[in-house]
T-cell receptor, first 111, second 118 residues
Framework: RKEVEQDPGPFNVPEGATVAFNCTYSNSASQSFFWYRQDCRKEPKLLMSVYSSGNEDGRFTAQLNRASQYISLLIRDSKLSDSATYLC????????????FGSGTRLSIRP | EAGVTQFPSHSVIEKGQTVTLRCDPI?????LYWYRRVMGKEIKFLLH????????ESGMPNNRFLAERTGGTYSTLKVQPAELEDSGVYFCASSPQPSAGGLYNEQFFGPGTRLTVL
């Protein structure tokens, strides 16, 4: 079983739609959680951290469910520029060290 | 401020040859990481430097891979001899030391080196 699992998609939704991704992780000791965004042939970039209480950044909302070991990302009012691969990332250690990536969920927004 | 830079951007070599990848982290970042993404797979951790010391090299696939960070500045990753399965994109990332009591600082990624072994 992979340590971090994501639905690979692709998700193809119209502009303005709301779309949600889920991610599950296997290590219950994991402490830090993130969503990264990766554009085609580019490097991953941090989109947002995920906190236990849930957090929101504009159109993006991230949730963490420790009991079920899953993380979610909700994108509201999607824009064409949101088209990218979204990577679920988990840090399993209590130091700035190894992070574990999911394989990513591809999102395509159509006009 | 300059971001993480990597050189070369692309490298095409034949099986059995040697290739050296270079990473220049963001100035002042003590932490430097190497990752690799092979075709169709997720990005995987290779190793982590804190300054010039290897903090964690549990992700290095085998002894054909050698990473160095002399002087705690830039880092090199050498593959010798290269095999077909080494093809992929090699990313470098850097981060500052976490603040007191902090668990994690954002890792800033370089654009990657696309390695093709024929």
């Amino acid at each position: 079983r992979k340590e971090v699992e994501q639905d690979p998609g692709p998700f193809n939704v119209p502009e303005g739609a709301t779309v949600a991704f889920n991610c599950t992780y296997s290590n219950s000791a994991s402490q830090s959680f993130f969503w990264y965004r990766q554009d085609c042939r580019k490097e991953p970039k941090l989109l947002m951290s995920v906190y236990s209480s849930g957090n929101e950044d504009g159109r993006f909302t991230a949730q963490l469910n420790r009991a079920s070991q899953y993380i979610s990302l909700l994108i509201r009012d999607s824009k064409l520029s949101d088209s990218a691969t979204y990577l679920c990332v988990v840090n399993a250690y209590s130091s700035a060290s190894k992070i574990i990536f999911g394989s990513g969920t591809r999102l395509s927004i159509r006009p | 401020e300059a971001g993480v830079t990597q050189f070369p951007s692309h490298s095409v070599i034949e099986k059995g040859q040697t290739v050296t990848l270079r990473c220049d982290p963001i100035s002042g970042h003590d932490n430097l990481y190497w990752y690799r993404r092979v075709m169709g797979k997720e990005i995987k951790f290779l190793l982590h430097f804190v300054k010039e010391s290897k903090q964690d090299e549990s992700g290095m696939p085998n002894n054909r891979f050698l990473a160095e960070r002399t002087g705690g500045t830039y880092s090199t990753l050498k593959v010798q001899p290269a095999e077909l399965e080494d093809s992929g994109v090699y990313f470098c990332a850097s981060s500052p030391q976490p603040s007191a009591g902090g668990l994690y600082n954002e890792q800033f990624f370089g654009p990657g080196t696309r390695l093709t072994v024929l």
